[in-house]
């Protein structure tokens, strides 16, 4: 605690504070610290906001922050901040702006050269990516997909050759048609990990094949509930000229399904079968929007 409270917290500024995705517990003792010092405390929701401070024994006044008033709500912090106040920024779950309200009020304060503070904890993503096992450099945040099947597939289509892990969050009523759609788009063998209820009592990780992915959620009712996280292998990465498999895949594709022409090219080039998937994928798309 010490080293908590020697710290000097400035007034005048705005601290982003990140609040558990589900273990009450998973909250530094620094944003405990902060929360208590500040003069106010904005937030997505404040019934949720009043709940997780009452479990922490703290009681302050509150500022809705929602995304339907994020403009007017960054107007009444900056008076406050400019007055010599401390408010922190909360979202209901998580980091503030990471698919959450607040990045627009960040935006305005520090167009109006107000110091922002960050006080680091729990990310559905960060924390579903650290579990993932999978191995790629390089991360690619969605966050939410569009609802909309057509406008869904869409997305999905322009991100199959992304070389980097991809994450997305998941609404649980959307996560079979997602998993659906994504076996299609991606190609059945890439690997996708399913990261559900982190941090809570019925947490699951599961990593398997795209084709596997919907019967494992499907063989338990309960994994059509609750939130998840899905991440999707980054694309397997072609030589730098892919010109001899374009070649190859561009006579198969006159004729072949797309894993017929795979496979075959597979054959003929020595290539692996699924990276020759993903780029006969990209090449009958191109051949589609033409
Ligand atoms: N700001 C949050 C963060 O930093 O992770 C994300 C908020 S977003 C509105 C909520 C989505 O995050 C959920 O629909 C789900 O996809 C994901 N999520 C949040 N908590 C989770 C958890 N405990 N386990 C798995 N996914 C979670």
Known sequence: ???????????????????????????????????????????????????????????????????????????????????????ALVSDAGTPGISDPGARIVDLLS?????????????????????????????????FLPVKNSQRETALRSLTQIPATLIFYEAPHRITDTLKTMAEVFGHSRTVVLAREISKLFEEIHRCPLQEALIWVQADAHREKGEYVILVDAAPELAADDTEARRVLGILLEACSVKQAAALAAQLTGMKKNTLYQLALSMREEKEED
Do not use: W
Not at 68 to 76: C, D, F, G, P
């Open 1 to 87: 605690m010490d080293a908590v409270t020697r710290q000097h917290y400035p007034a005048g500024t705005l601290y982003v504070v990140a609040t558990p995705i589900g273990n009450i517990a998973d909250i530094s003792l620094r944003a405990l610290h902060v929360l208590s010092l500040a003069d106010a405390i904005a937030c997505e929701d404040t019934r949720n906001t009043a709940q997780l401070l009452g479990r922490y024994g703290l009681n302050k006044p509150l500022i809705a922050a929602h995304q339907h008033n994020e403009r007017e709500a960054a107007e009444k912090i900056r008076t406050r901040l400019q007055a010599g106040e401390r408010i």
């Open 111 to 143: 167009q109006s050269g107000i110091p922002v503070t960050p006080l680091p904890g729990a990310s559905a993503a960060i924390s579903a990516l650290s579990a993932s096992g999978l191995l790629h450099d390089h991360f690619y945040f969605i966050g």
